[in-house]
């Protein structure tokens, strides 16, 4: 009995330090995440050293929250339950702790956490070399720890993890068996699953996953798999809400945003977008002083002049699909595409001055309106620069008068 009493007080107090030391590196790490996440002005941490070593650029990807909670967080509070129940014995005493007696065997619940934490921290390493090819070492000590935790709780079970685990198990289903318990349980489980239901839909803690659903199927997107055809975009009806895109065909986030535009109008029974072109190339842009786009003005010409033979989105997905800047590759990717286009007569059209003053006119409306930038949204007298994520782009039509097609209440 001596013996044991010994060989556990060196485990608690072994398991105590490294549940200190795990605490303050998730600290850390919760540090790390914020200031990259929503501290615009942060300097790099000191675990950000290079392109792979790189604390900060793995707080910043999707991988870094789970359920919209940053991983920091579920190990801050894997290591405080941990301490919680390290300190059990102790804690069960309390008048009002006295529920806390249904841990029974701390260090079989404390080996069989330290084991599937490990297994789950493995599985995040895959993650990240092999998905966000970034290593965050801060990270990984708390891995060593997780490994370390568990070795030494596990130390003296009978049959090690695999024990551990069993009574575990054993444990849990007895602790459920007086209803008062089976209650608070149920009421523990309800609050948690309310609340990581907030944290995952809200995104408040997580940017990155907030990103992701606003943009990460269109930017991921290698082309548009919601392409229109014809002349009209959405509703034909002359009460439609009408959605004014300015746009550049050479604008990588132009890209984006016509697949948004295109996924979006098929949710809508009376939204329509008409697309206008706002070339950042000053061979037709007579507010650019320099050249930012160059071929963006003659992508334009082609797109328009498709309008003649009722193919405009045709091109205008084609043209935003096979990004060229010269007349010969437009001309080329255009009849590679066989839309059943007659590509002498565009080419005639993409010269005409009627194509030209249509290009001329947009240019010059969203230029003295101030919408210098692509891509740039107009509903109504609602100007709106810059692109907008899926959701909130919804949100803004339907600000206008755009009625969804399907509705759940």
């Known amino acids: 009995m001596e013996n044991e009493n010994k060989q556990n007080f060196w485990k608690t107090l072994i398991i105590g330090i490294l549940l200190l030391i795990g605490i303050l590196v998730t600290i850390d790490l919760a540090y790390i995440y914020y200031q990259a996440n929503f501290n615009a002005h942060a300097l790099p941490s000191f675990c950000s050293v290079n392109d792979f070593i790189d604390c900060d650029g793995v707080a ?11 991983l920091a967080y579920w190990g801050l509070f894997l290591y ?7 300190a059990v014995d102790v804690l069960k005493k309390v008048p009002f702790l006295k529920f806390l007696e249904v841990f029974k065997n701390k260090f079989h619940y404390i080996a069989s956490l330290g084991l599937i934490s490990f297994i789950i921290s493995m599985l995040l390493l895959v993650v990240s070399l092999g998905e966000i090819h970034k290593l965050c070492v ?8 997780n490994l370390i935790i568990g070795l030494v709780a596990a130390h003296g079970i009978k049959l090690h993890f695999i024990g551990a685990l069993k009574q575990s198990c054993i444990d849990f289903v007895e602790a459920l068996k007086p209803w008062p318990y089976r209650i608070a349980f149920c009421v523990v489980m309800i609050c948690a699953f309310i609340f990581l239901h907030w944290t995952y839909t809200s995104a408040k803690f997580s940017p990155a996953l907030e990103f992701h ?10 082309h548009n798999p919601y392409p229109a055809k014809g002349n009209v975009l959405g509703s034909k009806s002359k009460d439609a809400v009408v959605l004014e895109v300015y746009s ?26 008409e697309h206008h072109n706002m070339p950042l190339d000053n061979t037709c842009n007579r507010f650019m002083s320099g050249q930012f786009h ?5 992508n334009a010409q082609y797109a328009v002049a498709a309008k003649n033979q009722n193919k ?16 010969d590759k437009i001309i080329e990717n255009i009849q590679n595409a066989k839309i059943g286009i007659d590509i002498e007569q565009l080419k005639k059209d993409a ?28 509903i109504g007298e609602d100007f709106q620069m810059g692109v907008k994520g899926y959701p909130q782009l919804k949100e803004w039509i339907i600000k206008h008068g755009g009625q969804p097609k399907y509705r759940l209440f």
């Open 138 to 145: 801060m990270c990984v000590v708390t891995y060593i720890l």
């Open 248 to 273: 550049d065909f050479r604008c990588p986030i132009c890209y984006t945003n016509n697949i948004i535009v295109h996924k979006v109008v098929r949710e809508f029974k009376n939204v329509r977008v």
């Open 213 to 222: 659903r606003s943009f990460g199927e269109f930017v991921n997107a290698d």
């Open 312 to 327: 405009f989105w045709d091109v205008e997905n084609l043209l935003f699909d096979n990004p060229a800047a010269e007349e």
């Open 351 to 378: 010269k005409s001055k009627e194509v030209i003053d249509d290009i001329k006119k947009d240019i010059d409306f969203a230029g003295e309106k101030g919408m210098l930038g692509t891509p740039s949204m107009k």
């Open 80 to 86: 405080s339950f941990m301490t919680m129940l390290l």
């Open 60 to 70: 910043k990807t999707l991988e870094s929250q789970f359920l919209g909670v940053p």
């Open 294 to 298: 160059r071929g963006a003005c003659i």
